[in-house]
Every structure is written in structure tokens, then in C-alpha cells.
């Protein structure tokens, strides 16, 4: 049982309010993510839903809550009309004031909850945090890992010359609008040399290669690299994911064919139907 509040979301039944509300989403996470970092002692309760739909959701663990409540389609409506800011600072609030009965209820914490809501607001609403920062071996560059969420996260390598006054910045992810992305992308920030930087996933095995001279980018997926069983398993998945631009690895046509190679090497049919489609393809 987890002591600490670790996610608040938000959710509809309705299409039409899911759309409607869609580009007030961020906040939510927002605010998710800072009551995460604060620690806050749920009670008990580690997931909070604010419940848009009035029908009960399917939940079936001690550690959730789901929060009844109604949403009028004018009142986003108007939303559009106060500009960005006031618009989530607007929803921010309607989620807090659901939740305040229940937290006083439960006998949560209340000024860490409105700590947060002041950090968001001293943040005007921006969410984007710097992760970690490294010199290189010879500390004539360092790096910060930065990442900023709007309708998706999107990642950038700031790189700062010593003997420089210029910042480079480089995007060299995009991944999708959940935060369970977000942990799962930042992890250990290396020097491979004095010009490549490897950034680590959680797991501390797969990892991002960065080369700040060239600005080149690749995924490094060890199941694919190493004598894993099933190696050639590892190697389509990497393969589609160079393929498709998953999970944070970017587009490549050539590097998706090499390691399609790889596994239809080994006998993977999958592999080599889809190379031979690649192959055809105009």
C-alpha cells in the first residue's frame, strides 16, 4: 500500500465533454505530478478521480477513490473565452473544490495541497521542469535534460559551451500526454565522451544516444544487443519502433530495416514479412 497520493485525474463518459475539456487536460496533470512530489499522506488513498461521468467507474482496489461530479457543457464553453491561464486556473479550482470535501474528510493535509496550487500559479501555468544537468569529462560543456508537456512531452538536450555564450538546444524525443511516459524516460544522464551523452531510461538498461556535434539521435534497446533469449523478439519490436516513432524513439526508415535484418535473420516470419512488404514498398 503506497502512503503517499500518486495520481489525480479527471474523467468523462461524454464525447462531447471529453473534447470539449481536452485542452485543459494539462493541467490536471499538472497538478497530479506536483502532489506526487510533495508527498502528501493519502489516508490510504494512493488515485483520486474526479468523476465527470456520473457512472460509477470500474475500479476495484483499496487504494482508489472515485469522486462524483457534474460538469455543464456552457460553463467549458466560456472556458475559451477567459484565455488560456484563467481558463486552467478556472478548472484548476473546480477540481480542488470537488475534492475539498473529501480531503477534509479524510483529514488530508490541505496547505500542502494549496502549496501546490501556488507553485502552479508562480509557474503561470507552464509545466516544464529541468531533470538533470552534467558536465562533460573535460568541463569545457555541460548538458541539462529539460522537458516540457503540452498536448504531448517533448524532451531537449540544452547544451552550454564554457568558453561560449550561446545555448544550443536540442529536441531529441517526443512521447505521449501521460505522465507514466514522463517516469519512464528519466533516468541515470552520462557522458559517453566528450561530445555524446547518454541518457538512461528507468530501468537503467536502454538508453538514448546524443551526439551534440552532430545532433544524431538513437535508442540503444540491450534485448536486441545482447544474447537475451528470444533476441529476435527484441529486435522486430525495436525495429517497429523506429518504424512507427514509438515510445520515444524517433523516426527511421533505415534503422527499422536494419533491425527487421536482424531478426528475419533468425527465422522470425513476422520480421521478414515485413521487410519484404518494406522492400516492395514505392
Known amino acids: 500500500m503506497s502512503k503517499y497520493i500518486n495520481y489525480i485525474f479527471d474523467h468523462f463518459r461524454s464525447e462531447e465533454l471529453e473534447i470539449k475539456i481536452n485542452a485543459l487536460r494539462t493541467i490536471i496533470q499538472m497538478f497530479s505530478y506536483y502532489v506526487k512530489k510533495s508527498k502528501i499522506d493519502g489516508k490510504g488513498i494512493s488515485i483520486i478521480s474526479v468523476n465527470f461521468s456520473n457512472k460509477e467507474l470500474v475500479e476495484d ?59 502552479i500559479r508562480e509557474k503561470n501555468f507552464i509545466f516544464e521542469e529541468q531533470w538533470k544537468s552534467k558536465w562533460n569529462p573535460t568541463r569545457q560543456t555541460q548538458v541539462t535534460v529539460r522537458w516540457l508537456y503540452t498536448d504531448k512531452i517533448y524532451f531537449y538536450l540544452d547544451i552550454f559551451h564554457k568558453n561560449s555564450q550561446l ?10 500526454p501521460a505522465l507514466s511516459f ?27 544516444e546524443i551526439n551534440i556535434i552532430t545532433k544524431e539521435v538513437d535508442f540503444i534497446y540491450e534485448p536486441a544487443i545482447k544474447d537475451y533469449p528470444y533476441k ?4 522486430y519490436n525495436l525495429a517497429l519502433r523506429f518504424l512507427e516513432g514509438l515510445y520515444g524513439v524517433p523516426k527511421n526508415l533505415e534503422k527499422a530495416k536494419y533491425w527487421l535484418n536482424k531478426s528475419a535473420a533468425q527465422g522470425l516470419p513476422k520480421a521478414i514479412k515485413l521487410l519484404e512488404k518494406l522492400n516492395h514498398a514505392k
Open 182 to 208: 514522463l517516469e519512464l524516460c528519466l533516468g541515470p544522464l552520462k557522458w559517453k565522451d566528450n561530445n555524446t551523452v547518454l541518457l538512461y531510461q528507468k530501468n537503467s538498461r536502454d538508453y538514448w
Open 232 to 235: 529476435q523478439y527484441a529486435q
Open 167 to 176: 545555448k544550443e538546444t536540442i529536441h531529441f524525443i517526443t512521447v505521449g
Open 61 to 119: 482496489y483499496d487504494e482508489f477513490v472515485d469522486i462524483e461530479s457534474k460538469i455543464d457543457p456552457n460553463d467549458i464553453d466560456k472556458l475559451t473565452k477567459l484565455g488560456e491561464v484563467k481558463a486552467k486556473e478556472y478548472y484548476l479550482l473546480k477540481v480542488y473544490n470537488i475534492l475539498l470535501p473529501f480531503l477534509i474528510e479524510k483529514g488530508i493535509d490541505l496547505a500542502k495541497f494549496e502549496q501546490v496550487i501556488a507553485l
